[in-house]
């Protein structure tokens, strides 16, 4: 599934402002609430209480930006303002951060897909699915098997292999400042 990008608009103008406010202004007053009948459903299940969050140390985070930038020159294009540069430039620079972006992902992470199944296709979820795998999205009603489209066959890490850093190395510093003599 691809979005054409270049569909969607550069700027927006004050009239097309004012014109989406008046749409969705306009939609609203005729929008009418439908009496749906009733249907006996099961019991709704009762809310798990939410697990106890846990402190993460920002070192492997501040390790994969700094490798990032290593390979991709990730920071410098995202904190680069692309206002001044046309479209192909972009994409000449942005195809230099696919390639390091990938060489970086493929050297220090085996990544898999969660779905084997290919995306777009009819899928049903038996209960006892993980939820921290599937996220369900639409018009998630009652309890599982769910039958649904599969939007996105999700990513999972099955090995992370980063570097191993030298005692009393400062993580904040993702890249060094270069001097030139």
């Given at each position: 599934?691809?979005?054409?990008?270049?569909?969607?608009?550069?700027?927006?103008?004050?009239?097309?402002?004012?014109?989406?406010?008046?749409?969705?202004?306009?939609?609203?007053?005729?929008?009418?609430?439908?009496?749906?009948?009733?249907?006996?459903?099961?019991?709704?299940?009762?809310?798990?209480?939410?697990?106890?969050?846990?402190?993460?140390?920002?070192?492997?985070?501040?390790q994969?930006?700094?490798?990032?930038?290593?390979?991709?020159?990730?920071?410098?294009?995202?904190?680069?303002?692309?206002?001044?540069?046309?479209?192909?430039?972009?994409?000449?620079?942005?195809?230099?951060?696919?390639?390091?972006?990938?060489?970086?992902l493929?050297?220090?992470?085996?990544?898999?897909?969660?779905?084997?199944?290919?995306?777009?296709s009819?899928?049903?979820?038996?209960?006892?699915?993980?939820?921290?795998?599937?996220?369900?999205?639409?018009?998630?009603?009652?309890?599982?098997?769910?039958?649904?489209?599969?939007?996105?066959?999700?990513?999972?890490?099955?090995?992370?292999?980063?570097?191993?850093?030298?005692?009393?190395h400062?993580?904040?510093?993702?890249?060094?400042?270069?001097?030139?003599?």
């Amino acid at each position: 599934m691809s979005t054409p990008f270049s569909l969607i608009p550069e700027s927006i103008d004050l009239l097309h402002l004012i014109l989406a406010v008046l749409v969705i202004v306009l939609f609203a007053k005729r929008v009418k609430p439908v009496a749906v009948p009733q249907v006996e459903t099961a019991p709704a299940p009762q809310p798990v209480p939410p697990a106890p969050l846990q402190e993460s140390t920002p070192d492997a985070a501040l390790q994969l930006l700094s490798v990032l930038q290593q390979d991709a020159r990730f920071l410098d294009f995202v904190h680069e303002d692309l206002s001044s540069y046309s479209d192909a430039d972009i994409g000449a620079a942005a195809r230099v951060v696919h390639e390091g972006s990938k060489k970086t992902l493929s050297t220090y992470f085996t990544l898999e897909a969660i779905r084997s199944e290919e995306e777009e296709s009819q899928l049903t979820l038996a209960a006892g699915f993980d939820p921290s795998e599937v996220r369900l999205t639409g018009n998630v009603v009652g309890a599982a098997p769910f039958t649904g489209t599969l939007i996105h066959r999700g990513w999972k890490a099955t090995e992370v292999r980063l570097p191993k850093r030298v005692k009393g190395h400062n993580a904040h510093i993702l890249a060094a400042a270069e001097v030139e003599l």
